[in-house]
């Protein structure tokens, strides 16, 4: 668990890296200035809200390869300039925008489908090339129970609803430290 003013730092990381980015400058944040909690390893995605809560971006990493502050520093310009669903973030959105952050926890396969709790667990279905990922918010933002969970886990991978029936379909769940602005 990260304290609160940890919290207050990565949330401030992402939005400064967003800014900052606006007049060409995508240095990391410098690693001295940041409290130790926040230098190890760990995924991490930002999500971008419009004021309605309408998704503006989302993206992130589920492996933890670098520091944590990296990840969130990485994720949020991937999230504002490079999320492929969505037109880039311009400089006027930037102060309506509602940001989120994931620290990801570990990933762990699923062998029983009824030990996936809804809320709790983050889902990431692969089968074949495709994979597909749903933080554990979504879910209980869109009050789907398991079953429909894991269907548009399957649809965000690009497989038909089901496919986590399938045998040779991965399923591994996740859990993660969530909190926003």
Same mark, same amino acid.
């Given at each position: 668990?990260?304290?609160?003013?940890?919290?207050?730092?990565?949330?401030?990381?992402?939005?400064?890296?967003?800014?900052?980015?606006?007049?060409?400058?995508?240095?990391?944040?410098?690693?001295?200035?940041?409290? /130790?909690?926040?230098?190890?390893?760990? $995924?991490?995605? +930002? !999500?971008?809200?419009?004021?309605? %809560?309408? #998704?503006?971006?989302?993206?992130?990493?589920?492996?933890?390869?670098?520091?944590?502050?990296?990840?969130?520093?990485?994720?949020?310009?991937?999230?504002?300039?490079?999320?492929?669903?969505?037109?880039?973030?311009?400089?006027?959105?930037?102060?309506?925008?509602?940001?989120?952050?994931?620290?990801?926890?570990?990933?762990?396969?699923?062998?029983?489908?009824? /030990?996936?709790?809804?809320?709790?667990? $983050?889902?990431? +279905? !692969?089968?074949?090339?495709?994979? %597909?990922? #749903?933080?554990?918010?979504?879910?209980?933002?869109?009050?789907?129970?398991?079953?429909?969970?894991?269907?548009?886990?399957?649809?965000?991978?690009?497989?038909?609803?089901?496919?986590?029936?399938?045998?040779?379909?991965?399923?591994?769940?996740?859990?993660?430290?969530?909190?926003?602005?």
């Amino acid at each position: 668990m990260l304290s609160d003013e940890n919290r207050k730092q990565l949330l401030a990381i992402a939005r400064i890296s967003i800014e900052c980015a606006f007049d060409g400058c995508f240095d990391q944040p410098d690693e001295a200035q940041v409290d /130790e909690a926040l230098r190890r390893p760990a $995924g991490a995605f +930002v !999500t971008l809200r419009t004021p309605d %809560g309408d #998704l503006r971006g989302c993206i992130g990493s589920i492996q933890a390869r670098e520091p944590l502050f990296r990840a969130v520093h990485s994720s949020a310009l991937s999230a504002a300039f490079r999320d492929p669903r969505f037109t880039q973030v311009q400089r006027e959105e930037l102060d309506h925008l509602h940001l989120e952050i994931s620290v990801m926890g570990p990933i762990e396969r699923v062998e029983r489908f009824e /030990e996936i709790e809804v809320g709790r667990d $983050g889902l990431i +279905v !692969t089968r074949g090339g495709y994979a %597909g990922l #749903l933080l554990p918010q979504v879910a209980s933002e869109y009050g789907w129970d398991r079953e429909t969970f894991l269907d548009q886990t399957c649809v965000k991978a690009g497989l038909p609803k089901g496919a986590w029936r399938q045998p040779g379909t991965v399923v591994e769940k996740f859990s993660a430290e969530v909190f926003e602005e």
